[in-house]
């Protein structure tokens, strides 16, 4: 076999860990430096290789470029991404590709309908009608006509041609196309994860590789694929069911003589796995497949394919799990990220950056692909209802989401800050920390307050706010805060507490008794966590164990110096876990001796207290509001993430709610806070509800994932999703003459809540 061997295919980067030295690669996108032929740097455009209209100018490319290497190497041979593609190309073309199967074959495995309909007697297959033309037939797939369906050509490919409809919007699309045209339409999988295996087959026997889970970008009822994460998120149940269906699928396609590799995809769902079709071809995810390959001392998938297709006998066997999983996602855009175009000078070294020639004097077309992005770290997580999330900034955000942030939309602004983060330019952050210390937020993050009042507590220097298209600038005299290229609103920040580490009279730190936030002083009676203590606290929770008890005298002597020395406009008393049978009166001595000193409004926070007439104390001893944080409606999923705090019965909650109600009113000073982004959405909605009912104030808390949590994995919804859930949770709280809490603008900061 000829030692020249020449790459075809869409990235440049698709060769980077394969581990054969090609002579020549020519690629629709690539750096045209080391060998490399690439179609966007010569031509200066960087283009969706994807839609109709560029495929025939690729083609022409591809194919002068081929003949070219021919005419200056008559023993070149040729590798394409998909080998299918050389055989509507010139005989000199074909005759010197390797690695190509007979027409017939392909012709199975480019047709959606052919190839479930090959797979049907291997695995279950997801439910589909095929047809052609204008007309589409009738059939219900056990379920509602207002169901959502995917209509799909039977020839597309990476979600181009692939739609989401409504079954009217099926019938109107389906009647306005061409006569000739041959369709496939299916149910919409909704709690359904989609799952993609590679696979080798060799003479005597089939090689299945780990799953990687999917990533799809959806977006006005299309699908794109976007990237691949490798994290063993699929319990090991469903990876074996995956291996078996893959096994039976190659298996029998090497009777019908398939050789090499190809990618099948699948649907998981708590139900089963469904097959969905068979991509003859390398995948977007080998490029990341071949470096796990290599890390785990095994060849990589362009060189099993060439022995599947030269007899050699497979040196590896099936396995399930790589040792070191990682994840890519693909940039796609009209534009290049600001965090890209400032030369990445504040990304983490936690994300490697695939750039396959991408220059900034590049012109860009629609949906072009700009780079991809390899990181160590989980892109998507399964939730407990079964939808799958991606991690924030991964995704684009869409043309009106970004006209709305542009404008100034400052509920759009605050969902964003909230989820996608904030970076610093290293100019801002030179200037931030030359006049000491700026203030931490809780859950590992930053409070930007607006000139307007409002403040957003956003995420920073977490695993993904480095990608954030929030990024804050300074220009010599003010911090400004940009949306990619564009300036939103001056910024400014509170600085650290100067006193936190002083210590009172008996020896407590100030920092462990108060802690100075917004327009608040929150007071602790004690920082123990008795849950936590005994392995049984919340996965959501990143405080940190400490000295728990200290002397209630010297709280008392610590709020008298933040009274004398540092304006805030009220208290929150919190702490402990509520197995301290102290703890009511702990905090009715400390609320007491507030209210002997001054009026301000005095906000208490624990759990639902055993005694219900210790709340007729707190509201005879002036305590203005009062919350009892249920966090998770959905009690059987509350026990699992909560294992303490979730076994207290909600008829517990109920009792002290309407117990706190009774004295304080349906007025918004009774509060509960939901944790969102844990339970099911329709489970939370009950539980917005529910609260609602009995008089009390929903506070929305959006999940943030962080390191220093078991959940650290686990992704909050995105933002249009959250934007839904603030219009519809508020609407719920309407009804009963509600507003979703807290009412303090300041304290909303880290709410999915926003001033009325």
Not at 420 to 444: C, D, N, P, Y
Not at 714 to 738: C, H, M, R, V
Request: glycine share 6%; net charge neutral.
């Amino acid at each position: 076999m000829s030692t020249k061997i020449v790459w075809v295919g869409p990235r440049e980067s698709d060769i980077l860990y394969s581990g054969i030295s090609f002579f020549h690669s020519v690629t629709y996108n690539g750096s045209n430096q080391n060998s490399n032929i690439s179609f966007t740097s010569k031509v200066g455009t960087r283009i969706d290789h994807i839609t109709q209209g560029a495929q025939w100018h690729l083609k022409k490319f591809i194919c002068d470029n081929l003949k070219l290497l021919i005419s200056e190497n008559p023993d070149v041979r040729f590798l394409f991404y998909n080998p299918a593609q050389c055989l509507n190309m010139d005989e000199e073309i074909v005759s010197r590709t390797l690695c190509v199967l007979k027409p017939e074959l392909y012709n199975i495995f480019r047709n959606k309908a052919l190839m479930r309909e090959f797979a049907q007697d291997c695995v279950a297959v997801v439910p589909y009608a095929h047809f052609f033309g204008k007309t589409l037939p009738d059939v219900h797939f056990d379920h509602s006509k207002d169901t959502s369906v995917i209509l799909q050509t039977v020839h597309s490919s990476a979600g181009a041609g692939t739609h989401q409809f409504t079954w009217e919007e099926c019938k109107k699309y389906v009647s306005a196309g061409t006569e000739g045209e041959e369709y496939i339409v299916s149910p919409y999988m909704d709690n359904a994860v989609p799952v993609n295996v590679h696979i080798i087959v060799f003479k005597n026997k089939c090689v299945v590789l780990p799953a990687s889970i999917q990533l799809i970008e959806h977006r006005g009822g299309q699908f794109s694929y976007i990237g691949a994460d490798f994290h063993a998120f699929l319990t090991s149940e469903q990876r074996d069911k995956i291996q078996t269906a893959a096994s039976m699928l190659g298996e029998k396609m090497r009777t019908i003589g398939y050789r090499g590799i190809c990618g099948i995809d699948f649907m998981v769902s708590n139900k089963g796995v469904y097959f969905l079709e068979i991509n003859a071809r390398f995948q977007s995810s080998t490029f990341l497949t071949n470096k796990l390959l290599r890390n785990e001392g095994k060849p990589s998938l362009h060189q099993l394919n060439l022995m599947a297709f030269f007899d050699a006998t497979s040196p590896i066997n099936s396995f399930q799990i790589f040792h070191e999983p990682e994840s890519f996602f693909t940039l796609n855009g009209s534009y290049i990220p600001s965090w890209i175009v400032s030369k990445r000078e504040n990304i983490t070294n936690n994300f490697n950056f695939l750039l396959d020639g991408l220059s900034h004097n590049m012109k860009l077309t629609s949906h072009a692909y700009l780079c991809r992005v390899v990181t160590k770290y989980p892109l998507c997580w399964i939730s407990t209802d079964y939808q799958l999330r991606l991690a924030p900034n991964i995704l684009r955000d869409d043309d009106f989401w970004r006209s709305c942030i542009l404008s100034r939309d400052m509920l759009n602004i605050k969902i964003g800050l909230l989820t996608q983060g904030i970076r610093f330019s290293l100019a801002a952050e030179k200037e931030m920390t030359s006049h000491g210390k700026v203030r931490a937020g809780v859950f590992q993050s930053l409070d930007l307050v607006f000139p307007n009042g409002l403040i957003v507590n956003s995420p920073y220097n977490t695993r993904f706010s480095s990608l954030s298209p929030y990024c804050i600038e300074w220009n010599g005299l003010n911090y400004i805060l940009y949306y990619e290229d564009t300036p939103l609103s001056t910024i400014s920040f509170a600085m650290e507490d100067p006193y936190k580490n002083r210590k009172a009279s008996r020896g407590t730190s100030y920092r462990h008794a108060v802690f100075l936030a917004t327009d608040r002083l929150r007071v602790h009676h004690e920082l123990h966590c008795y849950f936590k203590e005994n392995d049984r606290g919340c996965l959501f929770c990143n405080i940190k164990m400490k000295s728990g008890k200290f002397s209630l005298d010297d709280v008392c002597e610590i709020i008298d110096f933040y009274l004398e020395n540092v304006p805030f406009r009220h208290f929150l008393i919190g702490g402990g876990s509520g197995t301290n049978k102290e703890e009511p009166q702990n905090i009715l001595k400390i609320a007491r001796h507030i209210r002997s000193r001054s009026n301000r409004p005095i906000y208490a926070m624990c759990l639902p207290p055993k005694d219900l007439n210790v709340l007729s104390e707190f509201y005879d001893a002036g305590i203005d509001e009062v919350g009892f944080n249920l966090e998770l409606f959905d009690r059987e999923i509350a026990a699992k993430i909560m294992p303490a705090k979730g076994a207290i019965p909600i008829s517990t909650y109920e009792l002290a709610y309407k117990k706190a109600v009774s004295l304080w009113g349906r007025t918004g000073a009774v509060r509960s806070l939901l944790v969102l982004g844990l339970e099911p959405i329709e489970s939370f909605y009950a539980g917005v509800e529910w609260l609602c009912q009995l008089g009390v104030m929903p506070i929305v808390s959006v999940f943030r994932p962080m390191d220093s949590i078991v959940l650290k994995d686990a992704l909050p919804p995105d933002n249009q999703e959250l934007k839904n859930i603030f219009n519809k949770a508020t609407s719920i709280a309407s009804k009963y003459g509600l507003t979703l809490g807290p009412s303090c603008i300041a304290c909303q900061n880290n709410t999915l809540s926003f001033p009325l």
